[in-house]
């Protein structure tokens, strides 16, 4: 595999003559829902169902002291 010499990541038998550029632009400037969580915290929850699953048991609390107050 021999790597091109402008780009050590890119081999040459990549081949983007066919791609278009900016395809996903507009929707990417748009908006997004990713969310980057610190290595620490990822430990704790490996995968998206954790985090869904620990966020949702938290707004349940949010909302049963809202009621509350």
Avoid: C, W
């Avoid at 900016?22 to 998206?48: C, L, M, Q, S």
């Avoid at 707004?59 to 002291?65: G, T, V």
């Amino acid at each position: 595999m021999k790597r091109m010499q402008n780009d050590p990541d890119m081999l040459e038998e990549y081949d983007f003559s066919k791609g278009i550029e900016g395809k996903y632009a507009r929707k990417y400037a748009e908006g997004t829902n990713i969310v980057v969580i610190d290595p620490d915290v990822a430990k704790i929850f490996p995968d998206h169902d954790s985090v869904n699953q620990a966020l949702r048991s938290l707004a349940k609390i949010f909302r049963r002291q809202k009621k509350l107050v």
